[in-house]
């Protein structure tokens, strides 16, 4: 479709649019103004011990904290492993985390515990006490994302560990099943066998579509039962469907189309910012959806702005992390468009009877509007309907743009008529000069 159909079929389309407290304590010689200033202290993070797996020297664990207030700061949180004698420590990032203390004493106590460094001491979030024992078995070591520039397939590294020096079990499977935010039920397995003792890694392309992964290891012991040994469940992260278009362009702004798609259960909000030379002009928010793919057939009108002026247009979301419960705020697009220069008119309209002689002379320094327009549309509750279009190219006559109109009245009742310039070379130049009711 080239520029000047998408122009007409877009306008088919168109639908109208248009504590601080203060305590004041009276003494009788003189009046104090007390002022009490609330200080916000962010709420501690939220940490569960998952699973803990001890074996004759190895203690593996999983351990999910949540962050909501944003209270953590680097280097500030870790798990920690401890007796009298003993200190292991490692740090952690909210969110779900896997791993392992090795070379530990045998029969031996210990304590397992999350801990948080608030600035003024270390407070312990969860804490389980556990003891090495020698037994054989299997546990999720620890799970990561292997290339951060992902596109559609996400590359997991899943880290099994496996013991089987008191041959108890036959064989480990590891059992894995990819269910996208759209399947509810009936999660399908995939199996992977696991042949070899310590540590073992599976490569895993997960569909970036905010994709929950289930899987458990599953061994089969000298006497024919099948044990799960340990289970794991996690979800990539939020992705997020949204675009935003400039689909027309006039002297003091833009017009732009907003899309968004709910692949989550996660609550989203956009704003559209508007800068220039990096300083914000102007903050939009559009509209919002309740359920599903959603594209607005009305455009959402910045104006206000400068002619001739570059400005950027950067659509940002917020939400809060569904694997961490952290507010964030996501840059998702960065467009850069310029205002077109200020143009005036004349427009006479003069009543044939059954129709309407529109003469427009346009002052046009930038050369943005080559032809004229009119649309007839019949008023409906949802979307006006589309009856009838037509245009009129702009002849230069005494250095003046100068064209003529002949519009029906022939229409049903009700209907309007509107009159707009637009361009030859850039469907998004349009700009609506007058509306007419009929």
Not at 25 to 52: G, H, Q
Not at 301 to 329: C, H, K, S, W
Not at 349 to 358: A, F, H, K, P
């Amino acid at each position: 479709m080239n520029r000047r159909e998408k122009f007409k079929e877009q306008l088919k389309k168109k639908s109208k649019f248009e504590t601080i407290k203060s305590l004041m304590m009276t003494f009788t010689a003189t009046v104090t103004a007390v002022v009490a200033i609330a200080v916000l202290v962010p709420s501690s993070p939220k940490a569960t011990i998952e699973s803990v797996k001890v074996f004759t020297s190895d203690i593996v664990y999983q351990v999910n904290v949540t962050d909501s207030d944003g209270a953590i700061t680097n280097d500030t949180l870790k798990v920690v492993l401890e007796n009298q004698s003993e200190y292991y420590e490692v740090l952690l990032e909210p969110g779900l985390s896997a791993g392992s203390f090795s070379n530990l004493n045998s029969n031996t106590q210990y304590t397992l515990s999350v801990r948080y460094d608030k600035g003024f001491g270390l407070e312990k979030l969860a804490t389980e006490t556990i003891k090495t024992i020698e037994k054989d078995g299997a546990a999720f070591l620890g799970v990561s994302i292997i290339d951060p520039n992902y596109d559609y397939y996400i590359p997991y590294q899943l880290d099994i560990y496996y013991t089987n020096q008191l041959l108890t079990y036959q064989n480990l499977v590891l059992y894995v099943a990819l269910v996208p935010y759209y399947q509810v039920d009936d999660p399908i397995y995939e199996p992977y066998m696991i042949n070899l003792e310590g540590t073992t890694s599976i490569t895993l392309d997960v569909m970036n579509e905010n994709t929950r992964v289930y899987a458990y290891l599953e061994a089969t012991t000298t006497t024919n039962e099948t044990v799960i040994l340990d289970t794991i469940e996690f979800q990539t992260p939020l992705s997020i469907y949204a675009s935003l278009y400039v689909d027309q362009i006039t002297p003091d702004g833009f017009g732009v189309s907003f899309y968004s798609d709910y692949s989550s259960a996660t609550d989203i909000s956009y704003e559209i910012i508007i800068k220039q030379n990096n300083q914000t002009i102007k903050t939009v928010i559009p509209p919002t959806f309740v359920e599903g793919t959603q594209h607005s057939e009305e455009l959402l009108m910045i104006d206000g702005l400068r002619p001739e002026t570059l400005y950027t247009i950067e659509l940002y979301a917020t939400y809060q992390d569904p694997n961490t419960l952290q507010t964030v705020t996501q840059l998702l697009e960065t467009l850069e468009e310029t205002t077109i220069a200020k143009f005036s008119y004349t427009i006479d309209i003069v009543d044939l009877g059954d129709m309407l002689e529109v003469t427009i002379i346009l002052d046009d320094p930038g050369h943005n509007y080559q032809i004229a327009y009119y649309t007839a549309y019949q008023p409906a509750e949802e979307y006006d309907t589309w009856l009838d279009y037509n245009e009129s190219p702009f002849n230069m006559v005494d250095n003046e743009k100068i064209t003529t109109l002949l519009i029906p009245k022939t229409y049903p009742l009700p209907y309007y008529i509107e009159i707009g310039l637009t361009s030859q070379t850039d469907y998004r130049y349009y700009i609506t000069i007058r509306t007419i009711n009929g």
